[in-house]
């Protein structure tokens, strides 16, 4: 599946993904349904050690699993990680309101229980996907029954953190930035949104995070990037920010000629510098 080297489902035996085409190249992929969340593994030529779990945008009605996966892994498994991108469910009437952020969680258990990543687990979160990954870091919600996971001793928390151009908890009710803002479709996605917001709910000493924006993003307010990162601060964590002035919404790792294409060398240099990349 899109030229992985591993295909796990996490919760079933078999996974049930739908594609908006399936004779698109892998790289540009983009998934519309998913019935049975999987796991894709990219395995690098020469191991580092660690592994990194890749979390594509989408809204959460939908996954830029190319762009926002397949690309991203390709990146990190020339840097020597195991990179894994997680093909999740929605939020919907079918799912229920907790289905990604569960996804999400039991990815990290089974990652770090196939010894793939026995110096460290880290994730990149790019939109949507920021902020499923920025969740992995706060609290479960109180009133939310966890499912029952094949590994329930492993930590779901990340060792490190990417995370670009995520909304962080603008779309929450009360928090919007935007005047007379209605609330998203469907309404499990907007349920969630007020229920999950990572930046009030960050845990006490968070992992190193690498925060990267664009100051015009005309989708997610650059609001976002200044809340996860006084979050971070104020929890006791560590995070760089960069916010590039001109940059489009989406702008991932393809976007060439604009100073926004520097950023994944900037995370390059940031992850040695905290000890994830030798």
């Known amino acids: ?11 079933a035996d078999e996974p049930a993904v ?10 540009v992929a983009v998934v519309t349904t998913v019935d049975q969340p999987v796991l894709l593994g990219f395995r690098a030529a020469k191991p580092n050690g660690r592994a990194m779990l890749v979390l594509g945008g989408g809204g959460y009605t939908q996954l830029m699993a190319g762009r926002e996966g397949v690309q991203v892994a390709a990146w990190l ?20 309101i907790t289905a990604p952020l569960d996804d999400a969680r039991e990815a990290m258990r089974l990652i770090r229980g196939s010894g793939l990543a026995a110096a460290g687990l880290g994730t990149v979160g790019l939109s949507s996907g920021g902020h499923l990954a920025a969740c992995l870091a706060a609290a479960y ?12 001793d492993a ?51 968070p992992p190193p995070a690498f ?52 950023w994944p060398t900037l995370c390059e240099v940031w992850l040695r510098q905290v000890g994830f990349l030798d």
């Open 155 to 205: 930590p779901t928390r990340p060792d490190v953190m990417v995370i670009g151009y995520a909304p962080i908890s603008t779309n929450a009710a009360g928090r919007t930035i935007i005047a007379d803002k209605p609330p998203l479709p469907p309404v499990e996605k907007q349920a969630m949104y007020d229920r999950l917001q990572p930046d009030a709910q960050l845990l006490p000493s």
């Open 211 to 262: 925060i990267v924006y664009a100051d015009n993003d005309p989708v997610v307010p650059v609001e976002n990037a200044r809340r996860l990162h006084t979050a971070w601060q104020d929890s006791g964590g560590a995070a760089e920010l960069h916010v590039f002035a001109d940059a489009p919404h989406g702008f991932a790792l393809d976007t060439q000629g604009l100073p926004v294409s520097i």
């Open 141 to 152: 919600p109180d009133g939310w029954t966890a499912p029952v996971s094949r590994h329930p």
């Open 1 to 11: 599946m899109l030229g992985a080297d591993d295909v796990w489902p996490l919760w």
């Open 77 to 96: 498994t020339g840097l020597g990680y195991h990179a894994f991108v997680l093909i999740h469910r929605f939020p919907n009437a079918a799912n229920g």
């Open 18 to 27: 739908t594609f908006e085409d399936t004779s698109v190249a892998a790289e």
